[in-house]
């Protein structure tokens, strides 16, 4: 069984309900987002981990990195797109196809990195807390 590598930036709020999944699966789209775009390297995430989603209120000013493994051959039923510079490569899942892409999962989502921008706070989530205390000694960097 072969799999292949992936990586999505996400805020608190789709982090929470990663968590709520056991680690297990991405949330649906909401109705103004049609793609589901998982990314094909970890310095892209965490580049829009740490430039985007530490700027943005709804997600609590948090960024993380996830990574996870999904089945080869459903990864290959999926266009990757360029969408900048040159390791700016995402795949492209259409919305209504993520449950499906979901269970091609194998193993559990991982959190490699996090970033805590300027405006950060503090978090009501224990869950999340936690994420901050165990990345906090190597891998966490505010902005």
């Given amino acids: 069984m072969k799999t292949q590598t992936l990586y999505r930036p996400v805020g608190e709020k ?10 297990g699966a991405f949330p649906p789209r909401l109705e103004w987002q049609p793609i589901f775009y998982p990314v094909l390297n970890e310095d892209y995430a965490s580049e829009i ?13 948090l960024g993380f ?8 051959e459903v990864f290959n039923n999926y266009p990757s797109r360029n969408v900048g510079a040159k390791n700016h490569n995402e795949l492209w899942v259409p919305a209504e196809e993520l449950e499906a ?3 091609a999962i194998t193993g559990t989502i991982e959190v490699t990195q996090v970033f805590t921008g300027k405006d950060f706070k503090e978090t009501a989530h224990a869950a999340i807390e936690n994420l901050l205390k165990l990345k906090n000694e190597t891998q966490t960097k505010t902005i």
């Fill in 65 to 72: 990195v996830t990574r996870f493994e999904v089945l080869e």
């Fill in 101 to 103: 892409f979901n269970q």
């Fill in 14 to 23: 789709e982090m929470l309900l990663i968590i709520e999944n056991g680690y």
């Fill in 49 to 61: 981990a740490e430039k985007w989603n530490t700027r943005d209120e709804a997600g609590n000013y």
